[in-house]
């Protein structure tokens, strides 16, 4: 009887840890972080402009979608911006070819400026996104698994030579997920 009961007892209990599914153990589980860091180029080509201002817009994606969240995008909790910037790299041509741009989000400008291209390039300037209520917009935009496009459009002058370069985005955000 003894032995019956024992064997009853390890069958019965077999039978509960077989009917538990994944689910029911991501349940279980506690909210956890996830630090994310993208980085996206736009690439910009700009022909001589022989005295005109001419129009310019480029753009790429942005979206918190990576190995680690990507099963949970209906599950996350939160999304904290810690940094939004840009900067201008691989520059090519018009030593002195100017920009008056705009760096946009989801169609809303985040930042303008008017610069020299290959001077901002050449010190490394780093244009960061510092207004709050600006990256809140950005984090309950993307919080959804919604990619939003990024743009950086304006006007340009550049008399002497074409221009290329490309506009890095660096986005640095903590992603909480709760399974």
């Excluded at 901002?120 to 510092?130: K, L, P, S, V």
């Excluded at 950005?138 to 002497?160: F, H, M, P, R």
């Amino acid at each position: 009887m003894n032995k019956f009961l024992v064997a009853l007892l390890i069958g019965f209990i077999s039978f509960n840890f077989s009917s538990c599914d994944e689910d029911d153990l991501v349940e279980l589980l506690p909210a956890f972080d996830v630090d994310l860091k993208k980085v996206e180029l736009i690439p910009v080509k700009i022909d001589q402009t022989n005295g005109e201002w001419v129009v310019f817009s480029e753009t790429t994606n942005l979206d918190i979608i990576n190995n680690q969240t990507k099963d949970y995008i209906s599950k996350i909790k939160s999304l904290k911006i810690n940094s939004l910037s840009y900067r201008i790299v691989n520059f090519a041509g018009d030593p002195i070819g100017q920009v008056d741009g705009a760096f946009a989000v989801a169609n809303e400008i985040s930042l303008q400026n008017k610069i020299v291209v290959k001077t901002e390039a050449d010190n490394g300037t780093i244009f960061q996104i510092t207004e709050i209520a600006e990256l809140n917009r950005i984090a309950n935009l993307l919080k959804t698994g919604q990619s939003a496009e990024v743009k950086y459009s304006g006007s340009t002058l550049c008399d002497d030579d074409n221009m290329n370069f490309s506009i890095e985005v660096t986005f640095d955000a903590k992603v909480t997920i709760d399974p």
